[in-house]
């Protein structure tokens, strides 16, 4: 019985030994890896071989500096820059006009989120845009003498995305969810309406320019029309390219995509160059004098661009840019941000 003990004693122990070296070798458990975002990255664009494509330095060849920052408290998603004022929209349901300084000289209650801002090219109007689901509103007011006033208010049955005016085609365009582009005219009377291809979110935004006009479609064009809303082409069409900003300028016609591309036309429509960011693109703009492009992407970065494609400047931000816009003369543009804040930088060659 003795030994029968002991064998027992001696395997018991040996049983405990064996548990603590497993204890010991056993990994511990891995941290908590983060969840995913609720919209999964964009996967890597497939580049068309043979396609122009722009060197991607990242050296700067223009020197930028913060004039000054603007804070709202809810993101911006709407800046338009002119010669005297600044446009915002905030989320926080307000479009202010501010001076070159940045200072506030006005502010405009809407009906829901503030989405977008244009400035006509004398500053004679300010065109706006909120919404409260499932419609949106459109706001015209005269800039003139200083005297700001509410010249008409429209209701749309959709969501409206971007928006433009011009002073000398007498023209108003809205960009809107419905996949149309809506024309009126400066009395507020309808001109014409644009219909893309079906698509979720369609007509993200709208640029005009002398006799034309650019709309990024969601359903992966980017269009030229005429100010008469006639089709003169359309370009894109890849997989996961839908359109979210556009641009014009007399030589140029730019789309900001969601397949990390930008993509640079002529204004005849052909191809230029294309350049790739580190993810979806949101917003692009043009100035004419310097001739600089500036993108703005989810990647949290400005990209400062010479029409050629070379990377001029880039800016880095702890949140991500949503709108850009140069100022007339181009020595100046601006960002807006889901952080809040508006920033004005100033450009020097």
């Known amino acids: 019985m003795r030994s029968v003990a002991l064998v027992l004693i001696i395997l018991a122990f040996s049983a405990c030994i064996a548990g603590e070296r497993v204890a ?22 497939q580049n068309e071989e043979g396609s122009p494509q722009p060197s991607h330095e990242s050296a700067q060849k223009i020197n930028l500096s913060l004039l000054w920052s603007f804070s709202t408290k809810e993101p911006v998603y709407g800046v338009a820059v002119g010669r005297r004022y600044i446009a915002v929209a905030s989320y926080e349901n307000k479009i202010y006009l501010l001076n070159m300084s940045g200072a506030p000289v ?10 977008a801002v244009a400035l006509s090219e004398g500053e004679k ?32 049955h959709t969501l409206a995305k971007g928006v433009a005016v011009s002073e000398q085609a007498n023209l108003v365009i809205i960009a809107a969810r419905d996949g149309r582009a809506y024309a009126y005219t400066l009395e507020g009377e309808p001109r014409w309406t644009f219909e893309i291809q079906e698509s979720a979110w369609g007509v993200w935004d709208v640029a005009l320019q002398g006799g034309r006009v650019a709309l990024a479609g969601d359903d992966k064009y980017l269009y030229l029309l005429d100010t008469g809303g006639r089709l003169l082409w359309k370009r894109g069409g890849k997989k996961g390219s839908y359109l979210y900003g556009c641009a014009l ?12 591309m930008l993509y640079v036309y002529t204004t005849d429509g052909r191809l230029l160059w294309k350049f790739k960011t580190g993810f979806s693109n949101h917003d692009v703009a043009i100035a004419e004098n310097p001739e600089l492009i500036a993108l703005s992407s989810w990647d949290k970065k400005v990209y400062i661009l010479s029409y050629s494609g070379e990377v001029m400047a880039e800016l880095e931000f702890e949140q991500e840019p949503t709108k850009v816009d140069f100022a007339p003369d181009g020595r100046s543009f601006a960002v807006g941000n889901r952080d809040g804040k508006v920033y004005l930088f100033g450009i020097e060659n």
């Open 106 to 115: 006005w502010s405009f209650k809407t009906r829901g989120n503030a989405e």
């Open 249 to 260: 300028s007399p030589e140029l016609v730019a789309g900001a995509a969601q397949d990390r």
């Open 24 to 45: 010991e070798e056993s990994p511990k458990p891995e941290e908590k890896a983060p969840q995913p975002a609720t919209t999964p990255p964009v996967p890597p664009p």
């Open 125 to 156: 109007y300010l065109l706006a845009t909120s919404y409260l689901v499932p419609e949106a509103r459109v706001y015209l007011f005269s800039l003139a003498g200083g005297n700001i006033s509410l010249i008409w208010e429209k209701r749309l």
